[in-house]
């Protein structure tokens, strides 16, 4: 059984983390007594971070690109010189799990001292352990974590589907002061990882004017990187709410993951794109509307327990303004018909 494990990965955002929670709880599964370091060998990692709290005991050491927390390009897989040395001042580990298939990063992990080795580079050329020769690689991230877990140790890891998640009393009770009970409450999160991601802010507005209409009431979730539209969301929907940007509730909290889940909880549906807060609210365990374009549903499916996926591909591309906004608003309506 090893005592210390490193794990590598490129980097986490906030959906990423949560696709890799279940690889990461089976990894304390596996190893109850090894010192776990993951390593964000690329850029930052959220769980050093605002996750930090979802990991404690988990995880017991985060290790971050340095060249993105500090400013220079000094990190691990990104240039060849680093073969010339021995990565993180000539450390060892008992197993080392390579969770990226790219060849530098691997062959630059592999200088580090270990007992095993484990990647899926190469078809596992470079493996201690290897799956059957006609095992293939699935899609879905979740699951390629967990086989990676499974071919490691040998035990089995299913894969969830949905994910539970313990959260503080104290958010849940600001969340309920926040969305009180009687109304409708249609969440909307227009944002996402870079706006190919997105669905037009106006096809946003036209939904949530949509969802009055039928008498419910817009819920516009919006991070740090969207509060500047929330007055165009006001204007054209003045009935919407905005509970991260009432009382400044987000900054409060440093607009913590676990809220926006508490949140979420009151909610009768919400739709969102493939984006960290999609991720949140099937968490949360909303009925999810999921909208995709450039990125691929089969990798980065949210656990919702109800879920609808609906890609911009079936409307004639992979830009995010083919879907129509009936589309989503009919999809609504029949989820919510099912549920009733």
């Known amino acids: 059984m090893p005592k210390s494990v ?23 599964v596996a190893f109850p007594d090894a010192h776990i370091t993951w390593l964000a060998g690329k850029d930052t990692s959220v769980y050093a971070g605002i996750m930090a709290p979802v990991v404690e005991g988990l995880i017991d050491e985060v290790i971050e690109h340095p060249g993105a927390v500090e400013g220079q390009r000094d990190g691990i897989g990104l240039s060849p010189k680093e073969l010339l040395r021995r990565p993180l001042k000539g450390r060892d580990f008992d197993l080392i799990i390579d969770t990226q298939k790219v060849a530098l990063a691997t062959l ?9 080795f484990v990647s899926p580079f190469g078809n596992f050329i470079l493996s201690s352990k290897k799956p059957a020769k006609d095992y293939k690689f699935p899609k879905l991230m979740q699951r390629q974590l967990l086989d990676l877990l499974e071919i490691t140790t040998g035990q089995n890891f299913p894969t969830p589907a949905q994910l539970e998640l313990e959260l503080d009393p104290a958010l849940i009770k600001l969340a309920a002061s926040a969305l009180p009970e ?5 969440g909307l999160s227009p944002g996402a990882g870079g706006l190919p991601k997105c669905w037009p802010l106006e096809k946003f507005i036209a939904l949530a004017k949509a969802q009055v209409s039928k008498g419910r009431v817009p819920v516009f979730i919006l991070g740090p990187q969207e509060i500047d539209w929330q007055t165009e969301i006001a204007a054209a929907v003045p009935s919407a709410l905005f509970p991260l940007q009432k009382n400044k509730l987000g900054e409060a909290h440093n607009f ?28 949360g365990g909303a009925m999810l509307i ?16 109800d879920l609808t996926i609906i890609r911009a591909q079936d409307y004639g591309g992979r830009e995010m303004d083919l879907i129509p906004v009936d589309a989503v608003s009919q999809a609504i309506e029949r989820v919510l018909d099912q549920n009733a």
Do not use: C, W
Request: no cysteine; net charge positive; glycine share 8%.
């Open 6 to 28: 490193l794990v590598y990965v490129g980097l986490d955002r906030v959906g990423d983390s949560l696709l890799k929670l279940p690889f990461v709880r089976g990894l304390r």
């Open 108 to 116: 630059i992990l592999f200088r580090i001292r270990h007992k095993e």
């Open 182 to 186: 009687g109304p409708s409450y249609i």
């Open 256 to 283: 913590a993951p676990q809220l926006t889940m508490a949140l979420t909880k009151h909610l009768a549906l919400a739709v969102s794109n493939d984006s960290g807060t999609g991720h949140m609210f099937a968490t």
């Open 290 to 305: 999921s909208l995709f374009g450039r990125t691929v549903p089969e990798k980065f499916t949210p656990m919702a327990s």
